[in-house]
């Protein structure tokens, strides 16, 4: 964690009265997102301590956002929040783990501002309290860069039971949970200020991309019936093109099998060029994941399960390339990034 060449920037050398020191900063805002575990040791330690259940597999994923380049530097800190961890946990579902807890490290320029911290730790505690984990413990500075936040998520697993992305088989349906491109309409509704589908549906949209839902309900219940797992943040396209190149298969996607919002089918209709957003955009964090048809029925349980819906999209195949199929079977050509060659 902290080492000395970065003491002259601590926050605990800021002796102006108003701005608190690093330790009081963790003690008001971090401690109470360890809910008490005793894991966490009231981040009082020089670490956390987790003891992993018998016969599981540790888990571990890390993403980094920094100012600027992943999010605005203005952007809401209570959204911010909930994508960090929520990109993390998305990472976890996709390979079958069980979240169990999480660590923090945040940079953050001079001078943090309390109101931003406390917004920020609630949508913090709001999202572990939604997935059942707690804070483990983190580290936190001052930089004279943007800010960036990085968090480690850590979750269990059946040993040798964790869903791969190279696991797929000729013949294995492909599924979808939830719904697909929302988030890349939200983005064109928050960015570029479209009117996609009405003030309710386009407020649907910016929300799907702000406030990721990983399926941390979904995911464990797919070991032991899914063959592949991947979670959808660089788009359909791609992320079923990851399946299918490591498993050394294709994929034929049918489109009118895509599972849409409401509001994204509002935005297709009125136009129709849309379709590549939803096939390409990213950030929707759903599941895409295979399974032989003889698992179709335990499919259907996890999904219900989980409260989660997933759709059957697609087959895998032993030609390569991911292809997009409209009705009647006909390949559809979305033109560049529409589908992706290997
Ligand atoms: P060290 O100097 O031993 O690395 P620190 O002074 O950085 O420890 O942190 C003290 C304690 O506070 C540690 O238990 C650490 O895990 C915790 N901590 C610091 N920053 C955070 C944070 N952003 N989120 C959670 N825990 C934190
Ligand atoms: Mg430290």
């Known amino acids: 964690m902290g080492d000395t060449t970065d003491v002259p920037n601590r926050m605990s050398d800021n002796d102006e009265p108003d701005r ?13 997102l360890t809910e008490g575990r005793p894991e966490a040791l009231d981040l009082k330690d020089d670490a956390g301590l987790l003891t992993p259940p018998k016969g599981c597999q540790l ?3 890390t993403d980094a956002l920094v100012a600027g380049q992943h999010f605005l530097a203005d952007a809401d800190p209570e959204c911010l929040a909930v994508k960090a961890l929520g990109v993390n946990l998305s990472d976890l579902a996709a390979m079958g783990a069980t979240p169990a807890a999480y660590t923090l490290a945040l940079a953050a320029p001079k001078p943090i501002v309390p109101g931003w911290l406390q917004t920020f730790a609630s949508g913090l505690g709001d999202m572990q309290a939604a997935h059942g984990i707690f804070l483990l413990g983190g580290d936190t500075v001052t930089t004279n860069g943007p800010l960036t936040l990085s968090i480690t998520a850590l979750g269990w697993v059946a040993a040798g039971q964790a ?3 190279s696991g797929a088989q000729t013949g294995d349906d492909l599924y979808l949970s939830g719904s697909i491109g929302d988030a890349a309409l939200g983005l064109l509704v928050a960015r570029d200020g479209r009117t996609l589908a009405g003030v309710d549906g386009d407020a649907f949209l910016r ?3 702000d406030r990721p839902r990983p399926r941390t309900a979904l995911g464990p219940r797919l070991v032991s019936i899914a063959t592949s797992c991947i979670d959808v943040s660089d788009g359909l396209a791609a992320d079923v093109g990851h399946i299918a190149k490591t498993s050394g298969l ?3 996607i049918g489109v009118q099998d895509l599972p849409l919002s409401d509001a994204a089918r509002a935005a297709l209709a009125a ?3 849309l379709l590549k957003t939803l096939v390409t955009g990213g950030d929707d964090y759903e599941l895409a994941f295979t399974a032989p048809p003889s698992s179709a029925a335990a499919v259907a349980t996890a999904a219900r399960e989980s409260g989660v819906p997933v759709t059957r999209i697609g087959t895998m195949t032993t030609e390569p390339d991911v292809r997009l199929l409209g009705p009647g079977g006909a390949m559809l050509d979305l033109g560049p990034g529409g589908y992706r060659h290997f």
Request: proline share 7%.
């Open 250 to 252: 294709g994929a034929e």
């Open 20 to 32: 608190l020191g690093e330790f009081d900063l963790i003690a008001a805002y971090f401690r109470p």
């Open 207 to 209: 929300d799907r991309y």
């Open 163 to 165: 869903l791969r992305r």
């Open 59 to 61: 888990v571990v994923t």
């Open 271 to 273: 136009d129709p060029s």
